[in-house]
């Protein structure tokens, strides 16, 4: 024990010391200051009074005027004290007494996570907990409140007889959590009580119980256990449904189909997710999804597998310096609400692709001078049923009937080749010639079903070419490409300016079975043209189609610097076809390259220009222009402000009628979106996206939030219309309202309600 003091005085007779003036006492990890200390030796108390502070060993802070401690600062009583924990949390009260080491009891206590206002440190906390006692056991981590009312802003809003918190010390600890409330159309309100259970350090178990007035209990159970090189957890939930009826929709294609809207009673599922790192170098990992129908976990809501493209999987990767390894199994599954009838449930129509492998090498040392790049792709799709898109009614063009997906199997493997080097003239021009070899071989077995929609297609006197259907098909591409730019610095004393002319030239032969139907298409259906892929030299975004044709790729680049902060750049370019057939013109199972700006031989332009400030104000645009009119096929424009007060975002969105992929007219969005602190404390935010071909505002949402050290609070109201007219001239708005409130060391309490109103 060290014991520092101005005067210390020794009463023989009554067996005491007593050190007076800037006492300090420290012993086992305790310290105690005040300005008075007396020792009993025959009873081992101390007695300290004048500003009196005990840091214990765990670093909880205790003030008094006076306080009654053993030796050992195991047991004591104290009267009017303030308790400060490590983790910023407060007791108050009007005397304590503390047993065994453990038991702390405050009687007429007041407890809080807030910090106590500096200016004014007599007001009331934004939240607190008055209880009549507070009994902290330092061993099992709790904090019981006996008669205690729950305190907002200094108004009671709750009387609690009795209830019990985890120690603020305490990261896990086994009890209930705070509740929830949900609330759907189909499911009526629900109400969520969780318990906890922390069984172990590396181990927990979460059961979860919602009562929902339309539809009754739902049960859910989540395991989680982690391990030094990774984690792993187990859900599991179902329900009794009282009232399957509730999601027919009597408005919908359901009804028309004359499919039930879900005839099941029992709903349930179960779910697994892991990650494990095997070295520094491979991850062993899984998201498995099993349920019994669709979208039960979607429309119950269940964390962590309700969002609405599901992708169950199974995978191995591995990544060293500039190699990449990649061996995954996935399942995808939609979870949707709607059936059409024309073409039935799309979730019917996902793959299992078993499996999908990528590997990627990059030698360390050049070859020939040059960087050599190895690529493998393979992939193996099983698919149970056609997934076949016929137009919508209406639409003029018999062309846009596709076949996105072929009822049977298919597998391709894929290997590429590719080096390049780079030479700098002694004139700052950069020469790039490339080299590239690219080989696959593709297994195909479709069914009947699918062989007769390839063949209806390729008969259409619209398309008019033959359907190639055969069991393998085997393709090969050489390229010889050269890339030469210029960059050329003009610089000044406030800004410097960088213009770059670029040119590609690639010589390739035509792709084989590039005029016929036949070969799925699985992973080259997104495509879009535009000045990010203008240098790219094969523009298709998978390895199912490849480009073959000589081609040619213009365009000029400038980027600025000021010495103001500000920042440009832009890029403005077209493409040519040279010589042999355009891949983006040729026949596709889903008209990947129809309307791309690719499809003629002299492509659209393409360009995007940007800045940014050093104010937070920054804006890009992007669009395509056709080749000959200069009229705008797509577009996109974006305007952004950001600040520590307020931030703000525009976004305009336009796409040319595309009728070969069902839209039959033009696309016109606008997006306004803000956020503004409107206090230290308080924020606003919403969002506006509106559709200006419809003249709908499609989707909307505000909101205000508050947040602080110990509490924050969250509303948000939303609606999204359906930008479609239905029939009978009827609009569907569906409305959300949701908020969430936290106490710090409490609790997370929340709800989310979503209604159909019909106007």
């Known amino acids: 024990m060290l014991l520092e003091a101005d005067t210390l005085v020794y009463d023989n007779d009554a067996n005491t010391v007593t050190a007076v003036g800037g006492v300090q006492i420290d012993y086992g990890g305790n310290r105690l200051v005040a300005q008075r200390v007396t020792y009993d030796r025959k009873t081992s108390r101390l007695i300290a009074s004048g500003n009196v502070e005990i840091v214990d060993s765990s670093g909880t802070r205790i003030f008094s005027d006076e306080i009654d401690i053993t030796d050992d600062f195991a047991d004591g009583f104290v009267n009017a004290l303030r308790v400060e924990t490590v983790d910023k949390t407060y007791f108050a009260a009007e005397s304590a007494e503390r047993k065994g080491g453990r038991l702390t009891t405050f009687n007429n206590g007041v407890y809080t996570a807030c910090e106590p206002c500096e200016e004014k440190p007599d007001q009331a906390p934004i939240w607190r907990i008055k209880a009549r006692k507070i009994i902290w056991d330092g061993k099992a981590k709790t904090v019981r409140f006996e008669n205690s009312r729950f305190e907002f802003f200094g108004f009671p809003l709750a009387f609690l007889p009795s209830f019990e918190i985890a120690d603020p010390t305490v990261k896990r600890k086994s009890g209930f959590l705070f509740p929830g409330i949900k609330y759907k159309s189909e499911l009526g309100v629900g109400v969520s009580i969780p318990y906890y259970l922390a069984l172990s350090p590396t181990y927990d178990l979460t059961l979860t119980g919602t009562g929902y007035t339309k539809q009754g209990f739902l049960g859910e159970a989540e395991w989680r256990q982690r391990f030094n090189n990774g984690e792993y957890s187990l859900k599991i939930a179902g329900i009794h449904q009282n009232d399957p009826d509730a999601f027919i929709d009597e408005t919908g294609p359901n009804v028309d189909s004359g499919r039930p809207g879900d005839p099941n009673k029992f709903r349930g599922m179960f779910g697994t997710q892991g990650r494990f790192d095997i070295n520094p170098r491979w991850v062993f990992g899984w998201d498995v999804l099993v349920q019994t129908d669709k979208n039960f976990s979607r429309t119950y809501e269940i964390e962590g597998y309700n969002d609405y493209v599901h992708r169950s999987e199974i995978y191995l990767t591995g990544l060293h310096d500039r190699n990449f390894f990649d061996l995954r199994g996935m399942y995808f599954q939609l979870q949707e609400d709607a059936f059409d009838s024309n073409s039935g449930s799309a979730a019917e129509k996902q793959p299992w692709v078993l499996p999908s492998f990528d590997y990627s090498y990059t030698p360390d040392a050049p070859v020939a001078g040059g960087e050599l790049n190895i690529d493998i792709n393979s992939r193996s799709v099983l698919r149970s049923k056609l997934d076949q898109v016929f137009p919508p009614s209406g639409t003029p063009d018999p062309k ?293 071909e419809a003249g709908v505002l499609v989707r909307n949402s505000v909101g205000f939030a508050y947040d602080d050290e110990c509490f924050s609070y969250t509303m948000t109201w939303s609606t999204k219309r359906d930008n479609d007219q239905v029939v009978s001239n009827r609009e569907d708005d569906e409305h959300s309202i949701g908020f969430n409130i936290s106490f710090r060391t409490l609790g997370d309490f929340g709800s989310t309600t979503s209604e159909i109103i019909e106007q």
């Open 400 to 692: 846009s009937t596709i076949v996105r997906g072929i009822e049977g199997d298919s597998a391709r493997l894929t290997a590429e080749a590719e080096w390049k080097r780079s030479y700098i003239t002694d004139g700052g021009l950069v020469v790039t010639p490339l080299l590239a070899f690219q080989a696959d071989t593709t297994y195909v077995s479709q069914s009947d079903r699918s062989i007769k929609a390839i063949n209806d297609m390729a008969r259409d006197p619209d398309i008019g070419v033959a359907a190639d259907i055969r069991s393998a098909y085997y393709r090969a591409m050489a390229t010889a490409g050269l890339e030469l730019r210029w960059p050329v610095l003009f610089s000044t004393t406030s800004a410097t300016h960088v213009l770059e002319p670029m040119a590609q030239v690639f010589a390739r032969p035509d792709a084989r079975y590039e005029e016929t139907l036949g070969i799925p298409n699985e992973d080259a259906q997104s495509f879009v043209f535009d000045a990010s892929t203008l240098f790219e030299r094969d523009k298709f975004s998978g390895y199912d189609r490849i480009e073959g044709g000589s081609r040619a790729n213009l365009g000029l680049r400038y980027s600025g610097s000021f010495g103001n902060g500000w920042a440009t750049n832009a890029l403005f370019g077209q493409s040519y076809q040279l010589a042999g057939d355009n891949p983006f013109a040729a026949p596709d199972l889903v008209n990947a390259g129809a309307y791309s700006g690719l499809d003629t031989e002299t492509s659209d332009y393409v360009g995007l220009a940007g800045f940014t400030a050093p104010n937070g104000l920054s804006a890009s645009v992007s669009a395509r222009f056709d080749e000959q009119t200069f009229e705008i096929r797509r577009a996109e424009t974006k305007i952004g402000y950001f600040s520590a007060p307020l931030s703000l975002t525009a976004q305009y969105a336009f796409v040319q009628a595309q009728p070969l992929y069902g839209f039959s007219e033009d696309r016109r969005e606008v997006t306004l979106a803000a956020s503004s602190r409107v206090h230290e404390n308080w924020r606003a935010f919403g969002s506006g996206t509106y559709d200006l």
